[in-house]
DNA sequence: AAATTAAAGGATAAAATTGTCCGGTATTTA
DNA sequence: TAAATACCGGACAATTTTATCCTTTAATTT
């Protein structure tokens, strides 16, 4: 469905939020350990974010990556999504054709087209706030304990 | 969404199962042209499709691939990706986790459980047949003309 | 100011996916 | 039975994605 980077991205913002949510700043190498992540490629989708202005981080001792009060309540799962995936797989044609159109659409289009809307609008309604939320409150998890 | 392989294997499916309803068996070139994709790495994809026995093959002079009756009524989309790619966005978490399930659910599982359902369900009750029908009555494409 | 901390950025490497090439094999036609 | 056709199979190459390492930059603490 998202690509690995997205779904380290997505995991990683949440984690963040939930920590932002409590006032506290977060590091690397903590959020890596909490969602289960190679570090340094997590680094670098953060990076990615960060410049997306989607999450914000402070450099050196007490730095860290944090989301402001506004980006919690803002920042949506789409967003994300668009800026580490491209907007591809939440436009393009199920069978790969170079657009998806009504004009010449492939023998599944009308099937597909309410699914793929179904989920834009669940990833443009969702807030990082709002899944970090659920993270708090045990009711969601962004890695498994055997 | 799906692989390159598959959106090839899909479209060169439907376009055989649509000749193949007219009694025509098509060649390689034939499919390649006829839904715009590499040749060679069509006939990879195609391989894997008739060792599963979604479609047949017949070597030599007037040879190339089918889909006998029963298969153009039966082989459904589904399990063409699945015999591509594998059943994993097909039942794997949204979010990378190792797996998904009701236990430990990453915070988008039941948001995401019914749009991954009623994909399945798509791809489920739809037959290389059916769709064959709707590209061979012009109201679906395999390519895209300018 | 110096030392320490932690993210940023660049270069590289490994792995997976996508794509090509070519000799082998089965089948048909002459 | 020889030649031609077209899929099969293995090896190989290019590209993209995933992942690592190391130096630089910015900020804090001593
Ligand atoms: S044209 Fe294929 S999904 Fe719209
Ligand atoms: S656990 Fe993530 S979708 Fe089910």
Redesign the interface.
């Known amino acids: 469905?998202?690509s690995?980077a997205c779904?380290?991205g997505?995991?990683a913002a949440?984690y963040i939020g939930q920590q932002s949510a409590g006032g506290r700043r977060v590091g690397l190498k903590d959020i890596a350990a909490e969602i289960d992540s190679p570090e340094a490629f997590t680094a670098k989708i953060l990076q990615q974010l960060v410049r997306a202005q989607l999450l914000t981080s402070v450099k050196g001792p007490t730095g860290g990556f944090e989301l402001t009060p506004e980006q919690l309540r803002t920042v949506t799962?789409r967003q994300l999504v668009v800026a580490i995936d491209g907007g591809a797989?939440l436009q393009?044609c199920?069978?790969?054709?170079?657009?998806c159109s009504a004009q010449?659409?492939?023998?599944?289009?009308y099937?597909?087209l309410p699914?793929r809307d179904?989920?834009n609008e669940?990833l443009r309604t969702?807030t990082i706030g709002e899944?970090?939320s659920?993270?708090q409150e045990g009711?969601?998890?962004?890695?498994?304990?055997s």
Chains 1, 2 share one sequence.
Do not use: T
Request: net charge positive; aromatic share 12%; proline share 7%.
């Open positions: 469905m998202f690995k779904e380290y997505i995991r949440i799962l797989m393009g199920a069978l790969g054709l170079p657009q010449q659409p492939c023998p599944m289009h099937q597909f699914i179904q989920l669940l969702h899944l970090a659920k993270v009711l969601g998890f962004l890695k498994q304990f």
